[in-house]
């Protein structure tokens, strides 16, 4: 895949020319500021545990009251709240951001995509009543989950997720500028996302559930990575010390490869027959994944261009998007291969 391919894959997923996102409809421009475009991370990274729940035929209904709850209805509850918090989260992220100095024009976040208070889309006030009423939706969900459940596990997964989250920009953690941000991505779109809604649906956790979510916590990494990668110089200006700003744009590239590249391998290998964890016929569509994959991950491995192809809409991004469709592939495979599973049986 060539840059000017690149450009033209990514013009065709964004918004026409002349589309001004201040004219979109209220939706659609709420779900533009709170990055909804990533949500897909969140969407497979919570789902995943559900549906292995699902495929193990692991799902079990929990007694509440007198009165029998659906495992799958606690499951999906939790697979919400998940979502619900990370949207709120993106929002905080933006809200301390903006205070600490950083999401301001000429910085990339500021200069991708219209910011909800850089943009004068929200004042400040706003955005955090916003993240508020998120935030407490979460809360709903999971603390209905947990209730029912009867099960503090839940809540220490709850709990670990919101350090890390929160504390991913916020003091006294601030993990991104610690350089171990990335590390706190793989934990929490891995084994706290999948297994808490694991945990929701089966009312148990086993080693095997929580080793099946790695293999995509290495792609919402490898996204990561290549966002931070897209930011290197104006992080290490700022004195914001990234992983990626600590080992250096080379490095940088080449562990992102690595990491989109142990995601395909862990996908087909945890569905070898001697090894069990995924149904066997996700390998082959592994695969076929990372046949697809290999343009975008091409992208991921060579260095940004100095200046945008004609027609690219994401400038000063680059690497982020080319890492985010090499993983795309991947999610259709988990879905896919986790779904027909669970239709077929074990």
């Known amino acids: 895949m060539s840059a000017r391919d690149y450009a033209s894959v990514l013009s065709r997923q964004s918004a026409p020319d002349g589309v001004d996102w201040r004219t979109m409809s209220v939706v659609a421009r709420a779900l533009l500021l709170a990055r909804a475009s990533v949500l897909p991370l969140t969407i497979l990274g919570a789902g995943q545990g559900l549906l292995f729940a699902w495929w193990s035929g692991k799902i079990s209904d929990a007694t509440f009251g007198g009165s029998s709850v659906s495992g799958l209805l606690l499951g ?85 997720g919101l350090i890390l989250s929160w504390g991913y920009t916020d003091p006294p953690l601030r993990l991104k500028r610690r350089g171990l941000g990335e590390l706190s991505a793989f934990i ?88 069990g964890i995924f149904p066997w016929y996700v390998a082959p569509l592994a695969g076929v994944g990372a046949y697809v994959a290999r343009p975008a991950l091409k992208i991921v491995a060579a260095p940004r261009p100095a200046q945008p192809p004609a027609g690219y809409p994401l400038w000063p991004l680059w690497h982020v998007g080319a890492a985010f469709l090499a993983s795309r592939p991947a999610m259709g495979a988990l879905l896919v291969g986790l779904i027909v599973g669970a239709l077929l049986g074990r």
Do not use: Q
């Not at 929002?91 to 301390?96: G, P």
């Not at 955005?127 to 209730?147: K, N, Q, S």
């Not at 293999?215 to 010390?241: E, M, N, Q, Y």
């Open 188 to 275: 929490v779109w891995g084994p706290l996302m999948g297994g808490g809604t694991y945990l929701a649906a089966t009312g148990s956790l086993d080693a095997i559930a929580l080793i099946a979510t790695l293999p995509w916590a290495l792609f919402v990494t490898a996204v990561l990575f290549g966002k931070h990668l897209d930011k290197i110089d104006a992080d290490g200006s700022r004195g914001v010390r990234t992983f990626v700003v600590r080992i250096g744009e080379r490095r940088a590239r080449a562990f992102t490869t690595a990491l989109i590249t142990a995601g395909y391998l862990g996908i087909a290998v945890f569905a070898v027959p001697m090894i």
């Open 76 to 160: 999906f509850a939790a697979f919400i709240g998940a979502n619900l918090a990370h949207a709120a989260n993106n929002l905080a992220n933006d809200w301390r951001d903006y205070h600490d100095g950083l999401d301001r024009p000429g910085y990339p976040r500021a200069d991708y995509s219209p910011h909800p208070i850089a943009s004068g889309a929200m004042s400040s006030r706003t955005l955090l009543i916003t993240i508020g009423v998120l935030t407490a939706l979460a809360a709903l969900f999971g603390g209905f989950t947990m209730v029912v459940r009867g099960e503090p596990l839940l809540g220490a997964f709850a709990i670990a």
